[in-house]
């Protein structure tokens, strides 16, 4: 029998609706559609199943957090600003108690000191930054490997 393929939660949190546009001398030119479709395709190789969300909102991400309990195997976040902020989605992955891999494009170590502290990175599996949208692929592929894919 074939195995099932592992599903994840793909989110992106406030702002990145604006990749394209948004500060590109930091975050690039690719659009959101444009790291998703790569995202797409790299699933359909490794293969794994994506379920992908933006949301501007902390509540609206909090509660694609608790969905994917039901049906997610694990998520692959970035929560951008929240990354610096949020109590409340750091303790929404713990509570999923799925594996979870930050990314963010920017390598946000090296920017302003405030984006040095992630309340996510000490409940994930790992962080992955500054790779631009390549952060994404190589934290799926990471996720996608923890999960046995
Ligand atoms: C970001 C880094 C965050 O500090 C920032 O607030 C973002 C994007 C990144 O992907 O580099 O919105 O998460």
Partial sequence: MKASAARILVLHGPNLNLLGTREPGVYGHTTLQGINEALTALAKELPVELRIVQSNSEG?????????????????????????????IRDA?????????????????????????????????????????????LGLRALAGRLGK
């Fill in 60 to 88: 609206a991400l909090v509660d694609a957090i608790q969905g994917a309990i039901a049906d997610c195997d694990g998520i692959l976040i970035n929560p951008a600003a929240y990354t610096h902020t949020s109590v409340a």
């Fill in 93 to 137: 992955i713990a509570a999923t108690g799925l594996p979870a891999v930050e990314v963010h494009l920017s390598n946000v170590h090296a920017r302003e000191p405030f984006r040095s502290h992630s309340y996510i990175a000490p409940i994930a599996v790992g962080q992955i930054c500054g790779f631009g949208p390549d952060s994404y692929l």
